[in-house]
């Protein structure tokens, strides 16, 4: 079943969270935080779409703080 639409709102502060697999790290080392960094920086950039406030990892979690923009992640993927 899949999960209802989320309804967004400009300038909320969304908490998000991903979890390992099956108990494992998120992350294998530095570079691949660095790479998700570069990645939320290159899609904030192209779309517009969210500004990160903070990226936090737990070693089995990542915890992101994030701002919606007044455009919405469907505007911006029927864009592209």
């Not at 709102?9 to 992350?27: D, L, P, Q, R, W």
Request: one cysteine or more.
């Amino acid at each position: 079943m899949n999960r209802p639409l989320r309804i967004e709102y400009a300038g909320v502060v969304y908490h998000i969270t991903s979890c390992g697999n099956e108990k494992k790290a998120v992350f294998k080392d530095d570079q691949d935080r660095i790479n998700l960094q570069n990645t939320l920086e290159h899609v904030n950039k192209l779309y517009n779409w969210l500004r990160t406030f903070r990226v936090v990892s737990c070693g089995l979690t990542v915890h992101m703080l994030r701002n919606a923009s007044i455009r919405s992640r469907t505007e911006s993927l029927e864009d592209s």
